[in-house]
Every structure is written in structure tokens, then in C-alpha cells.
């Protein structure tokens, strides 16, 4: 079980960035996903969650808006559009996947996931 993120880089505020995380050795369509992220000094909190058995999707409510979670099944692979993008929003983001059925509570906890990628650095300066 390996996933793979990418897509980060530097970006001005305001503008745009696609993350992507690819799954191997499982079907992510079999799991419920979530993104992460941590900024430097911080706790590592939910961004983003979207859970299998109904597309429920919850976000923080900062990103409310500007983000969305989505899965690609042909390509295997979990989602981050992120809009209008703010200097807060700098740091590095993961991508987290369980085969446990989360309850809408539990989506965005740190504790849920036990498959996790690499991460990937967002930037956003001017």
C-alpha cells in the first residue's frame, strides 16, 4: 500500500494549484480519503476528507470554498483543487486513505488514516 503526492510548488496568492496523490497496490475507490496539511511549528490538521460509502466530504472551514476533494477511480488517484490561494495555506500537504468507514466526526482526524504519502510543500508568496 503506497501513496504518492504531487503537485505542490510556489504560487502566488490568489492564484491556483492542483495536488495529486496516487494510489498503488490498492483501489482507492475501496477507501475513504482525506488531505492533510502542516505549516512549520504547527499540528498537522485536515483539510479535506470525502468517505466512500456516500461522497460525504468535509472541509476546514478556512479552505471552505476555495478547496475540493475529488477522486479520479481510472486513474486511481485522489484530488486537491485549491483556489484562491492564501499565504496561510503555505505548507506541506499529505494525502491519507483508510479502509475503515468513517463517521462524518472522525474524517479530518489525524488518527483515521494509516496509509499516508510523502507530502508535498505548498508555497504561497508574492
Known amino acids: 500500500v503506497q501513496l504518492q503526492a504531487s503537485g505542490g510548488g510556489l504560487v502566488q496568492p490568489g492564484n491556483s494549484l492542483r495536488l495529486s496523490c496516487a494510489a498503488s497496490g490498492f483501489t482507492l475507490n475501496d477507501y475513504d480519503i482525506a488531505w492533510f496539511r502542516q505549516a512549520p511549528g504547527k499540528e498537522r490538521e485536515g483539510v479535506a476528507c470525502r468517505r466512500r460509502s456516500d461522497g460525504h466530504t468535509s472541509y476546514l472551514d478556512s479552505v471552505k470554498g476555495r478547496f475540493t476533494i475529488s477522486r479520479d477511480n481510472a486513474r486511481n488517484t485522489v484530488n486537491l483543487q485549491m483556489n484562491s490561494l492564501k499565504p496561510e495555506d503555505t505548507a506541506i500537504y499529505y494525502c491519507?486513505?483508510?479502509?475503515?468507514?468513517?463517521?462524518?466526526?472522525?474524517?479530518?482526524?489525524?488518527?483515521?488514516?494509516?496509509?499516508w504519502g510523502q507530502g508535498t510543500l505548498v508555497t504561497v508568496s508574492s
Open positions: 491519507a486513505a483508510t479502509r475503515r468507514r468513517l463517521i462524518s466526526g472522525l474524517c479530518r482526524r489525524v488518527e483515521s488514516y494509516d496509509a
